[in-house]
């Protein structure tokens, strides 16, 4: 195995602990951060995501929970309900790379 992929394996390994310890803090009753929405969608479960994001803009509408929403729908193939929660995380008020990043995915994914 080359050193490039078994560095890529320990990442993985790494985000599957990460989310399961995520998923059991939430069945313990612990809140769902907007991270947490971005790692699932992005490396776990994109339905999962989508539900435990519905949680979290449930609990917060800020900048970051849209934003989380917007990639967990976005992952889940609804580009166009993520491109609203997209718009609405930057008109909250931030300038952030990641999110204008998360945005311009959503974008070319609509394109296509």
Do not use: C
């Amino acid at each position: 195995m080359s050193k490039g992929a078994g560095r890529h394996q320990e990442v993985r390994e790494v985000i599957a602990k990460v989310s399961e310890l995520s998923r059991t803090e939430q069945e313990l009753g612990a809140a769902v951060e907007p991270s947490e929405v971005v790692l699932e969608a992005k490396y776990g479960d994109p339905a999962a995501a989508v539900t435990i994001a519905k949680q979290l803009w449930s609990r917060e509408q800020g900048v970051f929970a849209a934003d989380a929403f917007a990639v967990a729908l976005h992952v889940a193939g609804k580009h166009r309900q993520a491109l609203r929660y997209s718009d609405r995380s930057l008109r909250l008020g931030t300038k952030s790379p990641s999110l204008q990043q998360h945005r311009n995915q959503i974008l070319r994914a609509l394109r296509s």
